[in-house]
């Protein structure tokens, strides 16, 4: 699991870096560097490991590349497909992939953290990467599956610097809650956070019954679509964490 930590550290550092400052190709060249850093911290130093870290540092640059392409035109199918077929692709290969050694281990068994101790590198660093991944890459990938669903805001002719603003905190918010319950076993309280999302955007769907809003469908649908991505996102990470 060692470069598929790599790889989610990485490309998850690269959107963290555009949502800050999106300096064209900056952010893909930060992720990179970040996926590299990483990859060295883990002893991934020797032979194929260091070749894989590189590799996976310029495809970190090409994911950053393919979402802006993405998002100017409107195609979304190449950062996708690029998404999906690498957590294939490092899943189907983990096996090849060296343990996770280094300054990351040394700090592991140094760590007076309860719980450090019975915890295996790899999956310390894969934690990191998942976490990651809540903070940006869970927006990325729900702005990437609206845009090719055509599902866009259908308020934001209307009154978008007031509904739906504060998707962007809420949505890393609500992966990182279920994330955290759903690791330390509370699945039902996981379940609570997605039902209560539901209720609090309840009020603000009724609302667009209004003569001049969008049509309530429109936007439950687009509530709909972006929170079953977000949550997938979270889930996704649990299942990575829990195997």
């Excluded at 890459?137 to 934001?156: D, Y």
């Excluded at 009724?206 to 979270?234: K, N």
Aim: net charge neutral.
């Amino acid at each position: 699991m060692s470069w598929l930590a790599v790889w989610l550290i990485g490309a998850a550092c690269a959107d963290l870096t555009h949502s800050v400052r999106p300096v064209r190709w900056l952010p893909g060249v930060a992720g990179a560097a970040l996926a590299l850093l990483a990859g060295l911290a883990a002893g991934l130093t020797g032979g194929i490991d260091l070749a894989a870290v590189l590799v996976l540092a310029l495809l970190v640059v090409a994911w950053d590349a393919a979402v802006r392409h993405g998002f100017g035109t409107g195609r979304v199918a190449v950062p996708l497909t690029l998404w999906g077929g690498m957590l294939a692709l490092l899943l189907l290969v983990a096996g090849e992939a060296g343990p996770v050694t280094g300054a990351v281990a040394d700090w592991q068994a140094a760590s007076p953290l309860p719980g450090m101790a019975h915890l295996a590198p790899e999956m310390l660093w894969l934690g990191l990467g998942v976490v990651l991944v809540q903070l940006s890459t869970g927006n990325v990938l729900v702005r990437l599956v609206l845009t090719g669903t055509g599902t866009v805001n259908p308020a934001a002719g209307h009154d978008a610097g007031r509904t739906l603003k504060g998707g962007r905190l809420l949505g890393p918010m609500e992966r990182l809650l279920i994330l955290g319950l759903g690791l330390a076993g509370q699945l039902t309280a996981a379940g609570l956070v997605v039902a209560a999302k539901g209720l609090l955007r309840w009020p603000e769907i009724q609302a667009t019954r209004a003569s001049d809003a969008p049509g309530v469908d429109e936007l439950t649908e687009y509530f709909l679509l972006g929170s079953f991505v977000s949550w997938l996102c979270a889930l996704g990470g649990l299942a990575l964490l829990a195997a």
